[in-house]
């Protein structure tokens, strides 16, 4: 079952390489879900390990997380294109409005 | 290991390198669909029925959905973008990422295999059984999280509103404001 737990860790790193690499919001946005399914995959793992549910519960509720999430940021991302006309991390760089 | 396992493994991680590194932004959020597919499969392998479906309806479908609906909403499907402002970064990332994945390695190396004195109770991860858990002992988390979707529901159609941006100024504010400009004058 370590396999899987390798796997995931690999999939959380190849995330965190997207985070810290890509100039995108949306993409760096999208990395942060490789990140969460890669946790995911991790809780998964831990149940089928362990012979228990909660583990199957936790990501549940991490998916349900992601969902809130994904729906405040991408409203972040639009109204920032709206008022700067760009996604680019490096033209935000400024904390003014 | 059977070969599910390796061709899922193999696959995983290819469509997630193809979601980081491809240039066209749809094409990285359809990479990215793939792989929510294939961890799907793994869900089930790994007797989680129930959240292999809510993978696939949730994020395959809707989150994916909506990624790809902004992208194509703001034609921002350049992933390259941007001034360059630290052209080290991507070398730094790659280092960064590696070190990160020995690290939980290292940390998942103390995990020990399947216990043969636990059974399996998972009962393939089917929704009679977890809800028991979800409304039983876990009812205060499915609560909050009901409050947090709410929120971030409200949040979400409050920022994309074109009129409510920028703060709304107090009468008291305005009028000091008009004042200050009539000592400018």
């Given at each position: 079952?370590?396999?899987?737990?390798?796997?995931?860790?690999?999939?959380?790193?190849?995330?965190?390489?997207?985070?810290l690499?890509?100039?995108?919001?949306?993409?760096?946005?999208?990395?942060?879900?490789?990140?969460?399914?890669?946790?995911?995959?991790?809780?998964?793992?831990?149940?089928?390990?362990?012979?228990?549910?909660?583990?199957?519960?936790?990501?549940?509720?991490v998916?349900?997380?992601?969902?809130?999430?994904?729906?405040?940021?991408?409203?972040?991302?639009?109204?920032?294109?709206?008022?700067?006309?760009?996604?680019?991390?490096?033209?935000?760089?400024?904390?003014?409005? | 290991?059977?070969?599910?396992?390796?061709i899922?493994?193999?696959?995983?991680?290819a469509?997630?390198?193809?979601?980081v590194?491809?240039?066209?932004?749809?094409?990285?959020?359809?990479?990215?669909?793939?792989?929510?597919?294939?961890?799907?499969?793994?869900y089930?392998?790994?007797?989680?029925?129930?959240?292999g479906?809510?993978?696939?309806?949730?994020?395959?479908g809707?989150?994916?959905?909506?990624?790809?609906?902004?992208?194509?909403?703001?034609?921002?499907?350049?992933?390259?973008v941007?001034?360059?402002?630290?052209?080290?970064?991507?070398?730094?990332?790659?280092?960064?990422?590696?070190?990160?994945?020995?690290a939980?390695?290292?940390?998942?190396?103390?995990?020990?295999?399947?216990?043969?004195?636990?059974?399996?109770?998972?009962a393939?991860?089917?929704?009679?059984?977890?809800?028991?858990?979800?409304?039983?002992?876990?009812?205060?988390?499915?609560?909050?999280?009901?409050?947090?979707?709410f929120?971030?529901?409200?949040?979400?159609?409050?920022?994309?509103?074109?009129?409510?941006?920028?703060?709304?100024?107090?009468?008291?504010?305005l009028?000091?404001?008009?004042?200050?400009?009539?000592?400018?004058?």
């Amino acid at each position: 079952m370590s396999y899987y737990l390798l796997l995931s860790a690999l999939l959380f790193a190849i995330g965190l390489y997207g985070v810290l690499a890509r100039r995108t919001a949306i993409l760096i946005f999208m990395s942060i879900e490789l990140m969460l399914n890669a946790a995911n995959l991790a809780f998964v793992a831990f149940a089928r390990n362990s012979g228990n549910l909660d583990g199957q519960v936790m990501a549940l509720v991490v998916i349900a997380l992601a969902a809130a999430e994904v729906a405040v940021g991408l409203g972040i991302i639009v109204a920032v294109f709206r008022a700067r006309s760009s996604t680019s991390v490096d033209d935000l760089a400024e904390l003014r409005g | 290991m059977s070969a599910f396992d390796l061709i899922a493994g193999v696959l995983l991680v290819a469509s997630a390198l193809a979601a980081v590194t491809l240039k066209n932004a749809v094409h990285a959020g359809l990479a990215l669909v793939g792989n929510f597919l294939v961890l799907a499969t793994v869900y089930f392998a790994l007797e989680a029925q129930f959240l292999g479906w809510i993978q696939i309806i949730v994020y395959a479908g809707a989150v994916m959905v909506l990624f790809l609906f902004v992208i194509m909403l703001l034609f921002d499907a350049k992933a390259d973008v941007g001034t360059g402002r630290m052209p080290w970064m991507r070398p730094l990332a790659a280092a960064l990422a590696a070190v990160f994945f020995l690290a939980l390695a290292y940390a998942f190396s103390g995990v020990g295999p399947v216990h043969p004195l636990a059974e399996i109770k998972l009962a393939g991860g089917l929704p009679g059984p977890l809800g028991r858990l979800l409304y039983g002992p876990w009812l205060y988390v499915v609560l909050l999280i009901a409050v947090l979707l709410f929120a971030a529901t409200v949040a979400a159609v409050v920022l994309v509103q074109p009129g409510v941006r920028g703060a709304r100024k107090k009468p008291q504010v305005l009028e000091r404001e008009r004042e200050l400009g009539e000592v400018d004058r």
